[in-house]
């Protein structure tokens, strides 16, 4: 219980919480704000699996040990990142229509992602939201209630959008990490596929038939993303009645 206490207390230190001084050897030297931004940086030029208790003590010349009482856990020091990177944004007064309302939320959300895409690589499962993220639903939930969102698919209408961004910038960031060797070879087996397998739009006409969202492929996330955010826009309005 401690230990979640202090761990919260971090999270919170912005918020009406103090961060818990360490227990044992000398007295707070470093600041959680820095060392979070130290990995933040880390993170955003290598991925996650760049970021250690190690490798950012090193930046202060510490060593791991001496970075356990700032961030806690390895889990919470993800924790206390994750929520440290995502801070909502500002943007232009309500919308005049649920669809762009619920656009402007998910695009925000998307370039939150685009600027650090490892935030994909966390799992929600072990995510303790923060303030930040916090923040993120509670905007998200008021646009639902603004627009009078029947309570009952307020629920599946956040899994969707959450889920959505998500993969739409997962995706994004593939492409943005596709050289000029990784598309030819992509373009490459797309011939190979035609060549051997002639029929396969026979075989599998609807999906032959499917038309892409925009001709241009790298953009592909975004604009998938906004069409389906207004999708789910429409399938929420309130049922007409008879």
Aim: contains cysteine; charged residues 20%; hydrophobic residues 45%.
């Amino acid at each position: 219980m401690a230990d979640a206490s202090e761990h919260v207390r971090r999270l919170w230190r912005h918020r009406g919480t103090t961060v818990p001084a360490p227990r044992r050897g000398p007295r707070q030297q470093l600041d959680l704000d820095e060392i979070l931004d130290v990995a933040a940086g880390l993170a955003d030029a290598a991925g996650l699996a760049a970021v250690s208790t190690r490798a950012v003590a090193a930046r202060f010349d510490k060593t791991a040990m001496a970075l356990y009482p700032y961030v806690g856990t390895k889990e919470q020091f993800l924790a206390l990142l994750q929520d440290h990177v995502s801070p909502l944004p500002s943007w232009p007064d309500p919308a005049t229509s649920a669809a762009d309302d619920l656009v402007a939320w998910a695009l925000a959300f998307f370039r939150l992602h685009l600027a650090h895409p490892w935030l994909t690589e966390l799992s929600w499962a072990r995510s303790g939201p923060g303030p930040n993220e916090r923040d993120w639903m509670e905007r998200l939930l008021g646009i639902l209630d603004r627009w009078a969102v029947p309570p009952a698919r307020r629920t599946p209408a956040v899994t969707m959008l959450y889920a959505t961004v998500r993969a739409c910038a997962e995706t994004a960031a593939g492409y943005a990490r596709l050289d000029r060797d990784g598309a030819a070879a992509w373009l490459d087996r797309a011939a190979a596929t035609r060549e051997l397998i002639p029929d396969l739009s026979e075989r599998y006409p609807r999906t032959a038939g499917l038309a892409p969202i925009t001709p241009q492929w790298r953009d592909a996330p975004r604009a998938g993303l906004v069409a389906a955010t207004e999708l789910l826009a429409g399938a929420m309005s309130p049922p007409q009645s008879s």
